[in-house]
């Protein structure tokens, strides 16, 4: 079974405009998360996918493995698709640029999903991890995830799922941690659909393969890998990495 990692690197980031180009104690953040995903020993072969000429020009001084996207996407599954179109996998995983400190061990997790499923049930994997403040439960930038009792996506949403009518009823509530590992069929089926009525509605990509009937295996984990989204971020991570 040949796994391939993918990053998505998109330069011009909302909230942190060139953020993948920032120094992390002595390289960019882009080349940090790139070396921390070859590290995990995980994969066949490590991508970084980006549509900067910037990104892809620092990452080939590397020696980097980077793709240039041809079209523009409007989600980091698109970007991921036309990545590995042509290319020899079974089995995609998606790693966050802003994300250096890559958590192999939830990587492994995920890619274990498809070692287990000998028969091909699963379409996708992906993580989830408890909310317990109610700021953090009510806030739409946190997608919140429902499972059935075989930990098989039911839906994603911005509100707070499940609705908890009943007070006395215990409820865990579940964020989504954007992090996939695809079959690369369920990743090119979503690269060549529509978005779907509920994505275009939540604006959430996951939603699509839902839609389409795609099971989507949810693993969770209690730790969750630093992000950088804002130059706070930055300076924390900066923290992080000379402690280490």
Known sequence: MKKIAVIPARLQATRFPKKLLQDLCGEPVIVRTYEATLKTGL??????????????????????????????????????????????????????????????????KLIQIFEDDTVGNIDL???????????????????????????????????????QRDEEVEVTYYRHIGIYAF???????????????????????????????????MIEVAEVSVGIDTPGDLEEARKIWLKK
């Open 43 to 108: 994969f066949d072969e490590v991508w970084v996918a980006t549509d900067s000429q910037e990104i892809f020009d620092l990452l080939k001084q590397k020696d980097a493995k980077v793709f240039m996207s041809q079209k523009e996407h409007a989600c980091g599954s698109d970007r991921i698709a036309e990545t590995v179109e042509n290319m020899e996998a079974d089995i995609v995983v998606n790693v966050q640029g802003d994300e250096p400190f890559t958590n192999k061990e939830s990587l492994a």
């Open 183 to 217: 079959r690369k069929k369920a990743l090119l089926d979503f690269y060549h659909q529509a978005m779907t009525p509920l994505e275009s509605a939540e604006k959430i990509e996951c939603i699509r393969y839902l839609e389409h009937g795609k099971k989507i295996k």
């Open 125 to 163: 994997a992906s993580l989830k991890t408890p909310l317990t403040k109610t700021a953090d439960i009510q806030n739409p930038n946190n997608v919140k995830v429902i499972t059935d009792q075989e930990n098989l996506a039911l839906y994603f949403s911005r509100s707070p799922i499940p609705y």
